[in-house]
């Protein structure tokens, strides 16, 4: 096949994503030996003695690499590789990379293009991805000096796995220099120093930079098909840097998504729709009511059905979205994608170096969780719970104040009745069928289950507030009288404590002790407990009578129950055990159908109550929650996964989890100002509420892996699937179902000029609001960690690590008040790693400030964790902004390869969060 020729440049090529690269089709092509998910081929360039077509002209060139597929004729541009400044003979530490899935065979041919790049501010724009059908700007900035091109083939089976190819000019005639092609592997040290890399900046630029596949050679390979189950379409890059004793360093980024973006969401949103069928119908099951609260329910059931229709409608449209994983910043105030976190990845870096152990560092950046269709004209969560909660508890309105922890109680009840009632039917089902059998075993340990659940019904509804719920219903069924002004002693109601109580104030509609007789719920409820009584001082007769009529000796014991009540049950011996259990159980059930009845009732009027305040604001406020609790929820159960999974042949990390819990640390960059206050306010509720959540690890049956969900807003338990051979690995507390709780803290700092504005005329209140408070979150984990560990664990890991320390210095920090103070970032993420949790990044989109920092954090952790060369620092940090895997990540969000921040903004940014020149500007977003 012929390669067509190079001139003056590549129209038409474009940059492919490797998923979107060719099809092998019906041909027959040579595969690449390989190990399973490491790359196909890696390799790094290097330039000799190349001609500069004016003389004495300095050059800075770079190489565009190009991929010809066998049963194709076009070119592909695949990857390019930095710019090497002032030499003829540039040291490309640049190399490509092959993921595992790209159709890359023997047979397909790489092209190597040399150019000589005048203008680098044009070069950034002239990569940027084209829109299909789009031709590609002119070539501005830039000349071609020459290329040269080999098979897979010739490399892989060339001596020592190195080709010197010559480079020539466009009708191939001269030759104008040489390329040398060197594969690599990343698990091998280089040979070599790297001390002949000149460190002057007017020198060569270093970095390696290069696309590969997922870097799973640190991690166990048996976790694999269950990552790739979850992370989708990784973008993978290569990095090469001098150390401080100038020996390489190779650094693997990798950037993946995850179907779990849209898999939490629906899972979340199909409960919820469950949780607000079940309670509309409760409210229709109601009963009678007086007119006015009959009304009310009228009202508030018109706006509830319409509430579940919304959602069906999401969930519908989200279910049309099958196998998607990702959601773009662009795609933020999409209504039927409210649900979708936005731009959500892991960010993972592999670090190879020398003397040291692998290392990864996980990131998962993401958009901040925020109602952007509901908008942030009146704030966010933060403020609009507040004031929603005030207003209602102040109002004159006519219905019950309940708090938001009464509420909640309610709702508790209520899913504790509605499980337990079922499985305790069943227990008194199975119970009678033990009878049937006449087994006295089996009797026994039916009667044991039974006994439990029973029990625990009984306890769920000690309640006070279940019997002020009673009490409030009984007055709001027709001809309910209220005799006496209520006493403030009394019931769980809570008074606006400042206002003396008028007459016809709302707490008038509160009933009175003295109109109700209380007692007959006392009669109702022990009554389950009698019967319970009854049932077992049965069986404790008939198992001694069984044993007597076999001549077994030693007789039964009454203990404490009632030997009258069970005497006159008994009246005929000889009839099987089923016919004299059969009433009492159906007494029982009856008793307990009763009990179920009248809480239920009462406590869905509760609930009614709560929705009965500003409809429909305040189902749009609970809209609003659901959403931005959704995006927060698929970050963390993809954080979760991919700790576990990375974390899982850690013994300490396994005992962390279930005695202490999981540290999940976010790291916020919105400004306090404008709309990005209501996105924080948004945001540090739907942090807040992930402690709502649990984890709950269990064995798959399937090739199913996908976590599950179940409970409700108040708790929820996502049940996390593992293959048999790492379910064994787990301890014995986890896998027995253990509940397995997270702690969620956000520390934010504001960077832009948006904050800069703040700080200067605005209010920054809220930031520290938030970091003072998740300060002492973090301190109380910290404090439990120290208590829950091994002695033996702690005193190793405090000799390791300073962590009270780095707890101080962030208290200082955070009560310094200094503006931009990016400090507090940097510890929150230290301490975080340092105990071992989840780290996330977040601003508007995850996309451009982001970017930034994650950056920042990645070759920060080089220089203190890897020693990486300092002089090296910035041009690591450029690197990776401008050929990393987070310039890929602003092209697929906005299809264009440039950060989103104009000169005035990067002047108020920290230094160390400024792009280098030419890879940020004006972008659509
Ligand atoms: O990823 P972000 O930093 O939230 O992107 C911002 C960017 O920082 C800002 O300079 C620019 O003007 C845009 O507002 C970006 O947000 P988009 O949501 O529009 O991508």
Excluded at 362 to 381: C, E, R, S, W, Y
């Amino acid at each position: 096949m012929e390669i067509k020729e190079e001139e003056a440049s590549e129209e038409g090529q474009h940059f492919l994503p490797a998923p979107q690269a060719n099809d092998p089709g019906d041909f027959q092509f040579t595969s690449i030996q390989k190990s399973p998910n490491e790359p196909q081929l890696e390799f790094i360039l290097a330039c000799k003695d190349l001609v500069a077509p004016v003389r004495d002209r300095k050059l800075n060139t770079l190489v565009q690499i190009s991929v010809i597929h066998p049963a194709e004729q076009g070119l592909t541009r695949y990857s390019s590789t930095e710019i090497v400044e002032g030499t003829r003979d540039p040291l490309f530490l640049t190399g490509v990379t092959f993921p595992s899935e790209y159709p890359i065979y023997e047979e397909t041919k790489i092209k190597l293009t040399v150019y000589d790049v005048k203008d680098k501010s044009h070069d950034t724009v002239r990569t940027s991805v084209l829109s299909e059908h789009k031709d590609p700007p002119p070539e501005v900035g830039r000349s071609f000096l020459g290329y040269a091109s080999f098979k897979v083939g010739e490399l892989l089976k060339s001596k020592e796995q190195v080709l010197a190819l010559s480079l020539r000019t466009s009708d191939g005639g001269k030759v104008v220099g040489t390329i040398e092609v060197s594969v690599v592997k990343m698990g091998e040290i280089e040979d070599g120093e790297a001390d002949h890399i000149t460190t002057d900046v007017q020198g060569q630029k270093c970095a390696l930079v290069c696309e590969c596949p997922a870097p799973e050679s640190v991690s166990r390979k048996d976790n694999l098909p269950f990552l790739n189950a979850v992370l989708k379409n990784p973008v993978c890059k290569l990095y090469r840097f001098p150390t401080s004793d100038n020996k390489w360093m190779r650094i693997r980024e990798q950037m993946s998504e995850s179907i779990l973006s849209f898999h939490i969401p629906k899972e979340l949103i199909s409960l919820q729709i469950k949780e607000d069928l079940c309670r509309n119908q409760e409210l229709k099951e109601l009963g009678e009511l007086s007119p006015h609260w009959d009304n009310l329910r009228k009202n508030v059931l018109i706006h509830c059905d319409q509430m579940v229709n919304m959602y069906q409608d999401i969930l519908t449209e989200l279910s049309k979205e099958t196998g998607s994983s990702f959601k773009s910043s662009s795609n933020k105030g999409e209504k039927t994608l409210e649900f979708v976190p936005v731009n959500l990845h892991l960010q993972r870096m592999h670090v190879h170096s020398p003397h040291l152990k692998d290392a990864l560092y996980d990131v998962i950046t993401v958009g901040a969780p925020a109602a952007h269709f509901q908008g942030f004209k009146n704030g966010g969560l933060r403020k609009l719970l507040h004031r929603f909660e005030t207003e209602r508890r102040n109002t004159g309105y006519q219905f019950i104040y309940y708090s938001p922890e009464n509420t909640a109680k309610a709702k508790e009840v209520l899913s504790n009745i509605n499980q337990l009632q079922p499985l305790i039917a069943t227990h008194a089902d199975l119970l009678l069928n033990s009878a049937s059998q006449h087994s006295p075993d089996s009797l026994k340990n039916s009667l044991k289950m039974l006994s439990e659940k029973t029990e625990h019904f009984v306890h769920a509804f000690k309640d006070q507030l279940v019997r002020s719920a009673l009490l409030a219903l009984y007055t709001a069924r027709p001809g309910g009288v209220l005799k006496k002004p209520p006493s403030p002693k009394d019931g769980t109601e809570e008074n606006s404590s400042q206002d003396p109580p008028p007459p016809m104030r709302r707490q008038d509609s509160i009933p009175h002790h003295s109109d109700y007789d209380e007692e007959e719920w006392d009669r109702v409820w022990a009554n389950v407990g009698k019967s319970l009584n009854c049932i077992i001082a049965m069986v404790d007769k008939l198992i001694e009578r069984d044993a007597d009529s076999e001549g077994s000796s030693g007789g039964g014991q009454d203990g404490e129950k009632d030997p009258s009540l069970v005497d006159s049950i008994i009246t005929h011996p000889k009839e099987d055990w089923y016919e004299q259990l059969y009433p009492l159980i159906l007494t029982l059930k009856d008793c307990m159908g009763e009990v179920v009845n009248r809480a239920k009732q009462s406590l869905t009027f509760v609930l009614l109550q709560e929705l009965a305040y500003s409809l429909p604001q305040c189902l749009m406020l609970t809209l609003r929650r659901d959403v931005v609790f959704s995006q927060a929820l698929a970050g963390l159960v993809c954080g979760f996964i991919i700790k576990l999974h990375t974390s899982l042949h850690d013994p300490g990390f396994l005992e962390q989890l279930h005695t202490v819990g999981l540290l999940v640390q976010y790291e916020g960059l919105l400004s306090t100002y404008s709309d990005e206050i209501g996105m924080l306010e948004d945001m540090a509720v739907g942090i807040s509420d992930l402690k709502k959540v649990a984890f709950k690890i269990i064995e798959a049956k399937s090739n199913d892996v996908l976590p599950a969900i179940t409970g409700r807003r108040e708790h929820y338990v996502v049940e996390v699937k593992l293959p048999a051979r790492m379910f064994e690995i787990l301890p014995l507390q986890i896998k027995e179902g253990q509940l397995l709780h997270v702690c969620p803290v956000l520390f934010n700092v504001g960077i832009n000029e948006q904050q800069t504005l703040a700080e200067r005329f605005g209010d920054v209140s809220l930031q520290e609001s938030i970091n003072q408070e998740n300060f002492e979150l973090l301190k109380e984990y910290y404090t439990v960690f120290m208590e829950k560990m091994p002695p033996d664990y702690i005193s190793h890991f405090q000799e390791q690590n300073d962590l009270k320390g780095l707890l101080e210095n962030l208290h200082q920090n955070i009560q310094a008040k200094k503006r931009k103070n990016v400090e507090i970032m940097w510890l929150a993420a230290t301490i975080c790693r340092k105990l071992n949790g989840i780290r996330f990044t977040c601003c508007k989109s995850a996309k451009d400030r982001t970017s930034m920092s994650v950056t920042l954090e990645q070759c920060s952790i080089l220089r203190d964790e890897h020693q990486l060369h300092k002089d090296f620092f910035i041009r690591a940090l450029d690197c990776m902004r401008r050929e990393g895997c987070r310039i890929e990540n602003v092209v697929k969000n906005i299809k264009c390869r440039k950060y989103a921040f104009n000169m005035l903004q990067l002047m108020a940014f920290p230094k160390y969060y400024r792009p280098p020149e030419g890879t940020y500007g004006k972008a659509d977003t």
